[in-house]
Structure formats: structure tokens, C-alpha cells
């Protein structure tokens, strides 16, 4: 599908592709072709395989674009805005992930979660341990899943032991890019937690990483809530605003992601554009944690991509449709109508372009590779009365993104291999 956003975003319109009684052909793990099912069936071999999904909608697997493996276990905690819940619940959680086991029971509990929601790529955070991402991406490879996670650089403002050094964590993010980055369908991210926990010598170090290291991501957050932009204008007083900060270290870019993107100047939206950066929108944990409402019609004015974002455990949900629920919910506060099928695009090919892998995912293209998820039109009783009276695609997206979540994802498929199934 193609991106259904506005032209001042650069975005070509386009109309979705769908297939009312489609079939999608998968070989050893790859799409081969994807239309109609009366087209196609006559040119399969007799001893095809074929898997029939009645009352259900196949789509691309989703794509969350921002999110904490490790803090599973502090999902809906009660009562903090930014910098208290860093302090009250995620610096105390990340501090056991010095223990390789509970590393591995997390990425394990967590990865399952994802699937059976439907999210088949994300762009993770581990924690300032080196083994929460070797554990991570053990479990990952083992389901051989195309995921994108980075060890936390963090070297003042934080507890001591979940303090790095500016060269140790250069040295430990080399060493796991040399082991990870590229093997499978795995990728790194550099990952600073953000400028208020690194001092300009880490994130120096940081931007040295993306440039003898030019195909991994840089991962990080961006102007998410009030007092941290006060924050962290007072520890650079030097540098013109918060993204200039990054910029200043190197780490604007085509493969740099930043989380939030809440409060940013023309200044700033501008700079985005003109380096290439992504934003993750991540509406249910700006909401929870009362951030503030992103600005999705900026973004497009100045033509910056956008992902979707579930931000566990600041937000309060591992499921990408009431991550779009929220999203919808957030632009209609501010006179902006999110169509069905724009929020569908950014869950699944936006996603896959803010992650630069969208030569590999995102869509039904011919080569790409086949991870999707069957989305169950009578997943609820109340979802299958809705549909009944939908009279358009678009209708019925709505609703089920409205309506949708975990019990609306029938199956999840990897590689053209079912991992989830509901049934």
C-alpha cells in the first residue's frame, strides 16, 4: 500500500491495494504474488498448500517503531509523568537486567506479547547491560525475527549501577554490532536514552559509531515531555534547542529514529526534514504519562516520516490497533481527521520506511519477505456486529482500529511460518 498522507509531505497518492477474496503466494519465507484468488488459483501446482481465512482481513504484520523490552514489568504503574517514572519505575526494573536469566524470561515473555498482538518488527531498547541485548537478540533470532535493538548509552544522571562510561559504552555497542548487527534478519541501533543521561563526550562516541558503522539505526528520545526540554536546555546551554544537541554529535540521519517529537520549533522540524530523521509517534504512553499531543500534521507539512510507537511500559498496551485508536483519538483533539487508511500505512509500510527496511517489509510486494497477521472480523461480539454494517473497506478498518486489539489478531506469521495463533 501506498502512503495515503498529503502531498506537502512528499507522499504520492496512492490507492490502497485490496483484494475482497485475495490470495497471497508465499515461497521459502517471500512473497511470489499477492491478488485476486480466482486469478491465481489456476496457476498453482496440485499440491500447493493452501490455508483458507474466512471473515478475516490479511495484512502486513505491524511495526512499532519505539519500545522498551525491559520494562514489561512496570507496565501500567500508576502515577508519574516523565522524569519521576524514570526514577520511580524504570531506572529500579532496568537494574535486574544485570542477571542474564531475567534478561532472557523478559525477551522471551515480551517477544510472545508482540506476536500476539501482531507486531512482527520493532525497534527496541535493551537496557546499559550488554546481555539484555545479547539475550534479546538470542530470542529473537531463534524465531528468526527481523528486529532492530540497541544497548542503552548512559553515563550521568541516572543510578550507579546502571551507569556506563562514555568509552566503555562505545566499546560495548561495538563489540555487540560486530555480533549482532546483520546476522539473520537482525539490526543494531546506537542507543543513547537521551541527552539528559549523556554527557557530550558519550554522545560524541555515539556519533562516532553511526559513522564507521553506516548501516545501523540510532535510536533515542526527543522533546517528550515540558520539563525534560527545560532540562535539558540547562545541561547544553550552548546548543539552539534540543535536537541541535543530537545534531551537534552527528546524530541526525536517514537510520536516526526519534522517539516522541512533541515540542519542536520550525527551527527544528526543519532540521528533521532536511537530515532525513524519523519520529515515532507514540500516542497511548504521551497520553498515560501526559506528555503532551504529537503533531502529525507538522510532521507532514514538512515532510518528516512517521512511525507507530507503543513505548511499553510507558504506554499501556503492546497492541499496535489501540496504539491507532489513541493516535486518532490524539488528532481529533486537535481538529486533525486520521483516516483508516493512513493509520493503516503508518502501522505497517510507514513503519517499515521510518526503519529504512522497507525493500524487505511493510507490504505484499513480489520479494518481500512474508510476515503478516489475520486479523479476525468476529473477534468480538461486538466487532462482528459493527462489520455487519460497514459498507466500504474503509469502514471496516475503522472499525476494527476503533474497536481492535489483541483478540483481533486471529494469527501471526513469520517468514510464511504461523508463530501465534489464537486458536
Given at each position: 500500500?501506498d502512503d ?5 509531505a512528499?507522499?504520492r497518492?496512492?490507492?490502497e ?5 485475495g ?8 512473497v511470489?504474488q499477492?491478488?485476486r484468488?480466482?486469478d491465481?488459483?489456476g496457476?498453482l ?8 481465512h ?9 511495526i512499532d ?5 525491559a520494562?514489561v514489568d512496570v507496565?501500567?504503574s500508576y502515577?508519574?509523568?516523565l522524569?519521576?517514572w524514570?526514577?520511580?519505575?524504570t ?13 532472557i524470561?523478559?525477551?522471551e ?12 518488527t520493532?525497534l ?9 541485548v545479547?539475550?534479546?537478540?538470542d ?11 540497541g544497548k ?7 543510578p550507579?549501577?546502571l551507569?556506563d562510561?562514555?568509552?566503555?559504552g562505545y566499546?560495548q555497542s561495538r ?18 536514552r537521551?541527552a539528559?543521561?549523556s554527557t557530550?563526550?558519550?554522545?560524541a ?6 559513522k564507521?558503522?553506516?548501516?545501523v ?8 515531555n515540558?520539563?525534560?526540554c527545560?532540562?535539558?536546555g540547562d ?5 539552539a534547542?534540543y535536537l541541535?544537541?543530537?545534531e ?12 516522541h ?10 532540521r528533521l526534514a532536511e537530515s532525513?530523521?524519523r519520529?515515532?509517534?507514540?500516542p497511548?504512553s504521551?497520553l ?8 502529525l500534521?507538522?510532521a ?11 513505548d511499553?511500559?510507558?504506554?499501556d498496551?503492546?497492541?499496535i490497533?489501540?496504539t491507532?485508536n489513541e493516535?486518532?483519538k ?7 481527521n486520521?483516516?483508516?487508511?493512513r ?30 497477521i489475520v486479523?479476525d472480523y ?13 459498507r ?6 475503522f472499525?476494527?482500529?476503533m474497536?481492535g486489539?489483541?483478540?483481533?489478531v486471529?494469527?501471526t ?9 489464537r486458536?
Amino acid at each position: 500500500m501506498d502512503d495515503p498522507g498529503q502531498e506537502a509531505a512528499g507522499n504520492r497518492e496512492a490507492p490502497e491495494r485490496y483484494f475482497e477474496d485475495g490470495l497471497l503466494v508465499i515461497e521459502d519465507g517471500h512473497v511470489i504474488q499477492c491478488g485476486r484468488a480466482r486469478d491465481l488459483l489456476g496457476e498453482l501446482p496440485d499440491n500447493v498448500l493452501i490455508y483458507p481465512h474466512p471473515d478475516a482481513l490479511i495484512v502486513p504484520g505491524f511495526i512499532d517503531t519505539h519500545v522498551h523490552y525491559a520494562q514489561v514489568d512496570v507496565i501500567a504503574s500508576y502515577g508519574t509523568q516523565l522524569i519521576d517514572w524514570l526514577h520511580n519505575h524504570t531506572f529500579p526494573v532496568e537494574s535486574g537486567f544485570g542477571d542474564r536469566q531475567s534478561c532472557i524470561s523478559t525477551a522471551e515473555f515480551f517477544i510472545e506479547e508482540l506476536l500476539r498482538n501482531g507486531t512482527t518488527t520493532a525497534l527496541v531498547f535493551g537496557t546499559v547491560h550488554p546481555q539484555s541485548v545479547d539475550a534479546f537478540f538470542d530470542v529473537a533470532g531463534a524465531r528468526n525475527l527481523r528486529m532492530v535493538c540497541g544497548k542503552v548509552m548512559m553515563d550521568r544522571n541516572a543510578p550507579d549501577d546502571l551507569l556506563d562510561t562514555a568509552q566503555s559504552g562505545y566499546e560495548q555497542s561495538r563489540e555487540l554490532i560486530k555480533r549482532w548487527h546483520g546476522k539473520g534478519r537482525l539490526g543494531y541501533a546506537v542507543t543513547p536514552r537521551f541527552a539528559a543521561t549523556s554527557t557530550g563526550e558519550q554522545l560524541a562516541l555515539a556519533g562516532q559509531l553511526l559513522k564507521e558503522n553506516q548501516s545501523v539505526h540510532l535510536h533515542t528520545h526527543l522533546s517528550e515531555n515540558r520539563a525534560e526540554c527545560k532540562w535539558v536546555g540547562d545541561l547544553f546551554p550552548d546548543r539552539a534547542d534540543y535536537l541541535d544537541v543530537y545534531e551537534h554529535y552527528g546524530l541526525l540521519g536517514k537510520r536516526s529514529v526519534f522517539a516522541h517529537g512533541i515540542y519542536l520549533s520550525d527551527r527544528e522540524w526543519n532540521r528533521l526534514a532536511e537530515s532525513e530523521s524519523r519520529l515515532s509517534f507514540c500516542p497511548t504512553s504521551n497520553l498515560f504519562i501526559g506528555s503532551g499531543l504529537f503533531r502529525l500534521e507538522s510532521a507532514d507539512q514538512y515532510g518528516v516520516p512517521v512511525g507507530l510507537g507503543t513505548d511499553v511500559g510507558g504506554g499501556d498496551s503492546f497492541s499496535i490497533l489501540r496504539t491507532i485508536n489513541e493516535a486518532y483519538k490524539v488528532q481529533q483533539l486537535q481538529q486533525v481527521n486520521l483516516s483508516p487508511l493512513r493509520s493503516l500505512y503508518l502501522a505497517t509500510l510507514g513503519g517499515a520506511r521510518v526503519l529504512n527496511l522497507e525493500q524487505q517489509i511493510g507490504n505484499f510486494e513480489k520479494g518481500k519477505e512474508a510476515d503478516f497477521i489475520v486479523l479476525d472480523y468476529r473477534a468480538t461480539p461486538l466487532l462482528e456486529r459493527r462489520l455487519a454494517s460497514c459498507r466500504s473497506l474503509a469502514d471496516k478498518l475503522f472499525a476494527i482500529q476503533m474497536l481492535g486489539d489483541d483478540r483481533a489478531v486471529r494469527e501471526t506469521w513469520i517468514m510464511g511460518v504461523q508463530q501465534s495463533s489464537r486458536h
